[in-house]
Structures are given as C-alpha cells and as structure tokens.
C-alpha cells in the first residue's frame, strides 16, 4: 500500500513536499515514481527513483526545479518541488514496482493534490 501526502495550495515559485509511505512490502529489487494528472490531460511522468542504487531520471519539464529521494529506513519516498508554476497543478501520483526493470508500475496511491496560484 502506497500512501502520498503533502499536497496544497501554494504561490508560484513556492515549494512543497510530497511524501509517498510504502507500507507491506519493501521495494529494495525496484523503483518508485511521480506521476501527475492536471485535469482533462492524460497521466504524466515526472520523476523515479532506483530504490536500491538511488539513480533518478526527471521529465524535462520538471529537471532542475523537482527533487527525488528516499529513506530506505523509513520506505518513504520523497518528491521536492521547488520553483513551481502554475503548470504544475495538477493530482499527483506515487507508484511502485518490484523490480526495477519491468516497464509498468504495480502499486499507486490515492493521488494528492498540488494547486500553484500565479
């Protein structure tokens, strides 16, 4: 079970931290990631990480402003997001996969918000 927190309302050029609990099972062989959906768009990429060996990969549009980590010790998954924008409203998603090199996710959350007033 993934549990996301930390969504809500913020400025443009605030900063926010999501948080995504794992709880169940440990993810040590995968990885976890971001996702988004702003309304009346499709789901989106924005970030993962390798659970084990802590390498990230970011969508272009979030690089150099959005951070992505984990505590192994607590199985949590962080995302900060810093300089945001309005584009970046939008339900944001953590999932999970066991191994690593599988192509979808297995698990997601229940989605927290995120909403950038300019």
């Known amino acids: 079970q993934l549990q996301a927190s930390g969504g809500g309302l913020v400025q443009a050029g605030g900063s926010l931290r999501l948080s995504c609990a794992a709880s169940?099972?440990?993810?040590?062989?995968?990885?976890m990631g971001w996702f988004r959906q702003a309304p009346g768009k499709e789901r989106e990429f924005v970030a993962r990480?390798?659970?084990?060996?802590?390498?990230?990969s970011y969508a272009d549009s979030v690089k150099g402003r959005f951070t992505i980590s984990r505590d192994s010790a607590k199985n949590t998954m962080y995302l900060q997001m810093n300089s945001l924008k309005p584009e970046d409203t939008a339900v944001y998603y953590c999932?999970?996969?066991?191994?690593?090199?599988?192509?979808?996710?297995?698990?997601w959350g229940q989605g927290t918000q995120v909403t950038v007033s300019s």
């Open positions: 999932a999970a996969k066991k191994f690593s090199y599988a192509s979808g996710y297995d698990y």
């Open positions: 169940g099972r440990s993810f040590s062989s995968g990885a």
């Open positions: 990480i390798n659970w084990s060996s802590g390498s990230t």
